[in-house]
């Protein structure tokens, strides 16, 4: 089983930036960064595959949000520019074996702990 580990949340003013770390062990195929705010559902932000680097992202986030990776630390970068009152969320780094799509939560076999994104108005 992989392990996941996120850093970096915390408490911006809107316009600020933010960058979230998924540092993984173990074998991972498919890392989705998801966010959940409370009352609302879980939603797929930006997505990674290791083999190939091709990325995904939820509509709400193009353009702003950025995911990378670390091929040799293993960890995933998720850079978040202009933030916005409404990004405010706990933030949760995602991670599986095999190709899982950003908008399944529920398919993912690990998860981290999460970190949380504060952005003021």
């Known amino acids: 089983a992989a392990q996941l580990e996120e850093s970096g949340g915390g408490s911006v003013p809107a316009g600020g930036s933010l960058r979230l770390a998924c540092a993984t062990s173990g074998y991972t195929y498919t890392v989705t960064w998801f966010r959940q705010a409370p009352g609302k559902e879980r939603e797929g932000v930006a997505q990674?595959?290791?083999?190939?680097?091709?990325?995904f992202y939820g509509d709400s986030v193009k353009g702003r949000f950025t995911i990378s990776p670390d091929n040799v630390k293993k960890t995933a970068y998720l850079q978040m520019n202009n933030l916005q009152p409404d990004d405010t969320a706990m933030y949760y780094c995602?991670?599986?074996?095999?190709?899982?799509?950003?908008?399944?939560?529920?398919?993912?076999?690990?998860w981290g702990q999460g970190t949380q994104v504060t952005v003021s108005s």
């Open positions: 995602a991670a599986d074996a095999y190709w899982r799509d950003i908008r399944s939560p529920q398919d993912y076999a690990w």
């Open positions: 990674i595959f290791w083999n190939d680097g091709v990325t």
